[in-house]
């Protein structure tokens, strides 16, 4: 029994590959078709097989091209498929989730051989890059789990010390980014216009996050802010990630002080934050 599983295993496996690469069952050997299929009056086992084949691909295809239309648009329909046909063909590929997919478009546009059949310099290679990235947060954030919304008169029970040692956890729907180009702006640009413009080089920090009525939003931070973010996002204390802030910053501490409580104040607002906790008993 054991090894009437172990080939079907391997069966299943061989036909998974040859599906993914990509290659028409047209010119493979009926052979190989018949192994999974057996044809019949109208169809070949190939040709048959290739019916299954084509329906994967452009399953696939569709749906990439539904969760990164800016990228899709970038590259142009031919290239964008080539770029499909890359993420889908690589061994890191685990998930036979649609929702999961796009997390290896970002992955193949990082490897130097992909931009080389895609025919991208360095920049524009970096730029789609980046582009993919920002698009799959959207994906990611829109499909994470719901999260509790921080409770502000939690924080009103907190003493100066308790201040200093507590941390603020961020809601699960929210990602950080920084990116070396005006990303989000070209990528608006992408989807909304009909001419586009090259993106500015300039970094900018985003945040991509979800709101309560379901909404999902991007928006540039100063770079302090989201220093602050990212010092909140690995755990910091308050008082950890304000000094990370203040060792970002030339402003001086009156107005940092101003900067940290617009940032908290507004931050709160947009509902980045999901609960305080203090060093040793969590606010639930």
């Given at each position: ?100 997919l796009g997390r290896a478009l970002p ?145 001086s501490r009156a107005a940092l002080e ?27």
């Amino acid at each position: 029994m054991s090894g009437d599983s172990s080939e079907a295993t391997n069966a299943q496996r061989l036909l998974v590959g040859a599906v993914r690469r990509g290659t028409p069952f047209e010119r493979l050997d009926d052979d190989f078709a018949r192994a999974f299929v057996a044809g019949n009056e109208r169809l070949s086992p190939a040709e048959q097989l290739e019916i299954y084949r084509e329906q994967f691909w452009l399953r696939h295809e569709e749906a990439l091209r539904e969760d990164f239309p800016a990228v899709a648009r970038a590259l142009g329909d031919a290239r964008f498929a080539l770029l499909v046909e890359e993420a889908l063909d690589e061994p890191a590929l685990a998930s036979f989730s649609l929702a999961e997919l796009g997390r290896a478009l970002p992955r193949a546009l990082a490897r130097p051989e992909v931009a080389t059949k895609l025919e991208l310099s360095a920049t524009e290679r970096t730029r789609l890059r980046e582009l993919a990235e920002l698009e799959w947060s959207f994906c990611e954030v829109f499909h994470e789990a719901e999260s509790p919304l921080l409770d502000t008169r939690r924080l009103e029970t907190l003493s100066p010390e308790e201040w200093e040692s507590a941390t603020l956890e961020l809601r699960a729907a929210l990602r950080l980014h920084r990116f070396d180009s005006e990303i989000p702006e070209w990528r608006r640009q992408l989807k909304e216009t009909v001419e586009t413009t090259t993106p500015k080089e300039r970094p900018c920090w985003v945040v991509v996050y979800r709101s309560e009525d379901l909404v999902l939003f991007d928006k540039s931070v100063p770079e302090p802010a989201f220093a602050l973010l990212e010092a909140l996002k690995r755990g910091a204390s308050l008082l950890d990630a304000c000094e990370a802030v203040a060792s970002r910053s030339d402003a001086s501490r009156a107005a940092l002080e101003a900067h940290l409580l617009g940032w908290f104040s507004e931050f709160t607002q947009l509902g980045f934050f999901a609960r305080v906790r203090r060093a040793e008993i969590s606010d639930e």
